[in-house]
């Protein structure tokens, strides 16, 4: 072959080269190509055992807890691996000092060093969309999820035991009374303001004919603080969830006048919300964590399992307390400390399905009873009545639930078929009716509206 033909043969060779290599740096800047992104989902689908159009946009999610429980479901599906079976395999389950620190950790959220959303008193989750408990600056949030119903008590002091205070207190309004002449109001406490806990002491005192707002001291007090409160005898009363009531009984501080179970079967407890802007950025993902959740909720309501899920629990990685504080409690049995002993499942926390039906489905009807008992105790306008529903329909992703259960084959029994549970009743026989919240506040003696 002559130098010339060489030279050719030469120039060619680069220029092909050249022209692969450039290729090649075209397609690396312009990203893979289309037919590799189906492998990496299907490979994926496959490690978590799910359809490759279920894969979630983001494996990460940080939800914020607090050692009640409230909170077992997001405990269980962490520790169980439901997550990871959904393909959430980074989710963290972040202990909360107290409710205030959850709402500022919601407010800044998980890319500040906050949280995503997680568990939640109602209507926190309205009263954050709104600002009201956070500066005026509003924080869209998405309730998902009922994490259970039940699960909460209201404890006395050891001072009044014999009184007849009960479910029903003896001559309540006499009582009260002297304890004012004598200088020293009922001191009763909850965990965070204008949410449920709160909701639960108001209507146990107001259905015995005494005002929280005259008769009354409220505090507001974190949940761990409750027991040492009461031993200091800075406190009469105090509303949360266990295992704090039953602490004090099994360490002879005071007795437990009800079970909010008593108060008001199968009610609504706490709830699974999340900032919007992350729900709606991670459909799939928010999907694949409802469905982990139910799986959760299932285990968690499987009696045989309840002994696994106090160890779990109690242990110091989450809620840190003894477990015989939790046991009992977990399988609905209670020595109230005033020589009553209850010993009845239905009444003990309940995580998947209750006397009613579905505990893990939200309920508009059951935002629409938080947001009018709000404005009952004037903690909203009463105006905000007529455009409740409107804000639920905003806030109450019911729907995301429905499409999440579908996916998981929950079987349809187990799906609502209307986001309203109905007429609700309390144990002084006041009727809640969704379709007539108005009617609720007129029939109720004593309020602010």
Same mark, same amino acid.
């Given at each position: 072959m002559s130098n010339f033909d060489n030279n050719i043969s030469r120039r060619r060779f680069i220029a092909t080269a050249g022209a692969?290599? %450039?290729?090649? %740096? %075209? %397609? @690396?800047?312009? &990203?893979n190509p289309p037919e590799d992104k189906p492998t990496t989902t299907t490979a994926t689908a496959a490690k978590a055992n799910i359809s490759p159009e279920q894969v979630p946009e983001t494996t990460k999610v940080k939800l914020g807890y607090l050692p009640i429980v409230e909170a077992a479901p997001l405990v269980i599906a962490k520790e169980k691996g439901f997550f990871? @079976?959904?393909?959430?395999? $980074?989710? $963290?389950?972040s202990k909360q000092a107290n409710w205030g620190a959850a709402r500022d950790n919601v407010k800044i959220g998980s890319s500040a &060093? &906050?949280?995503d959303g997680g568990q939640w008193q109602m209507p926190m989750p309205y009263l954050i969309s709104e600002g009201i408990i956070t500066d005026n600056q509003k924080i869209p949030m998405y309730v998902l999820l009922q994490l259970n119903t039940q &699960?909460?008590?209201?404890a006395i002091s050891g001072k009044h035991k014999g009184t007849g205070m009960g479910l029903k207190i003896d001559n309540a309004k006499a009582a009260f009374d002297k304890m004012k002449s004598e200088g020293s109001k009922f001191k009763a406490a909850y965990t965070f303001p204008k949410a449920n806990q709160e909701f639960w002491i108001r209507y146990w005192l107001a259905a015995n004919g005494i005002d929280p707002d005259v008769d009354t001291e409220l505090l507001t007090v974190p949940s761990a603080q409750t027991v040492a409160n009461m031993k200091t005898g800075t406190m009469d009363a105090f509303s949360t969830g266990d295992p704090w009531p039953y602490r004090i009984v099994k360490e002879k501080v005071g007795f437990l006048s009800m079970l909010t179970a008593e108060m008001w079967k199968a009610h609504p407890e706490e709830y699974l919300a999340m900032r919007s802007d992350w729900v709606d950025k991670n459909p799939k993902a928010t999907k694949a964590m409802l469905k982990a959740i139910m799986e959760a909720q299932q285990w968690c309501d499987n009696f045989e399992n309840r002994k696994e899920m106090v160890q779990i629990v109690s242990s110091r990685n989450y809620f840190d307390v003894p477990v015989d504080v939790l046991e009992a409690p977990m399988m609905g049995k209670y020595d109230m400390g005033d020589g009553r002993v209850i010993d009845d499942k239905s009444l003990a926390s309940l995580y998947w399905k209750d006397a009613k039906g579905s505990v893990s489905y939200p309920y508009q009807s059951h935002d629409l009873w938080f947001l009018t008992e709000s404005v009952r105790w004037g903690f909203l306008p009463k105006s905000s009545l007529a455009t409740a529903k409107d804000l639920i329909k905003k806030v109450n992703r019911e729907d995301l639930w429905r499409e999440a259960a579908k996916e998981a084959g929950i079987p349809a029994s187990d799906i609502p078929t209307s986001t309203s549970r109905g007429i609700e009743e309390f144990f002084d026989g006041i009727k809640f009716d969704p379709e007539n919240?108005?009617?609720y506040l007129d029939s109720l003696k004593i309020k602010k509206a």
């Amino acid at each position: 072959m002559s130098n010339f033909d060489n030279n050719i043969s030469r120039r060619r060779f680069i220029a092909t080269a050249g022209a692969t290599a %450039l290729g090649s %740096l %075209l %397609l @690396k800047a312009c &990203g893979n190509p289309p037919e590799d992104k189906p492998t990496t989902t299907t490979a994926t689908a496959a490690k978590a055992n799910i359809s490759p159009e279920q894969v979630p946009e983001t494996t990460k999610v940080k939800l914020g807890y607090l050692p009640i429980v409230e909170a077992a479901p997001l405990v269980i599906a962490k520790e169980k691996g439901f997550f990871a @079976k959904y393909g959430m395999t $980074d989710v $963290d389950i972040s202990k909360q000092a107290n409710w205030g620190a959850a709402r500022d950790n919601v407010k800044i959220g998980s890319s500040a &060093g &906050g949280i995503d959303g997680g568990q939640w008193q109602m209507p926190m989750p309205y009263l954050i969309s709104e600002g009201i408990i956070t500066d005026n600056q509003k924080i869209p949030m998405y309730v998902l999820l009922q994490l259970n119903t039940q &699960g909460n008590a209201i404890a006395i002091s050891g001072k009044h035991k014999g009184t007849g205070m009960g479910l029903k207190i003896d001559n309540a309004k006499a009582a009260f009374d002297k304890m004012k002449s004598e200088g020293s109001k009922f001191k009763a406490a909850y965990t965070f303001p204008k949410a449920n806990q709160e909701f639960w002491i108001r209507y146990w005192l107001a259905a015995n004919g005494i005002d929280p707002d005259v008769d009354t001291e409220l505090l507001t007090v974190p949940s761990a603080q409750t027991v040492a409160n009461m031993k200091t005898g800075t406190m009469d009363a105090f509303s949360t969830g266990d295992p704090w009531p039953y602490r004090i009984v099994k360490e002879k501080v005071g007795f437990l006048s009800m079970l909010t179970a008593e108060m008001w079967k199968a009610h609504p407890e706490e709830y699974l919300a999340m900032r919007s802007d992350w729900v709606d950025k991670n459909p799939k993902a928010t999907k694949a964590m409802l469905k982990a959740i139910m799986e959760a909720q299932q285990w968690c309501d499987n009696f045989e399992n309840r002994k696994e899920m106090v160890q779990i629990v109690s242990s110091r990685n989450y809620f840190d307390v003894p477990v015989d504080v939790l046991e009992a409690p977990m399988m609905g049995k209670y020595d109230m400390g005033d020589g009553r002993v209850i010993d009845d499942k239905s009444l003990a926390s309940l995580y998947w399905k209750d006397a009613k039906g579905s505990v893990s489905y939200p309920y508009q009807s059951h935002d629409l009873w938080f947001l009018t008992e709000s404005v009952r105790w004037g903690f909203l306008p009463k105006s905000s009545l007529a455009t409740a529903k409107d804000l639920i329909k905003k806030v109450n992703r019911e729907d995301l639930w429905r499409e999440a259960a579908k996916e998981a084959g929950i079987p349809a029994s187990d799906i609502p078929t209307s986001t309203s549970r109905g007429i609700e009743e309390f144990f002084d026989g006041i009727k809640f009716d969704p379709e007539n919240p108005q009617a609720y506040l007129d029939s109720l003696k004593i309020k602010k509206a």
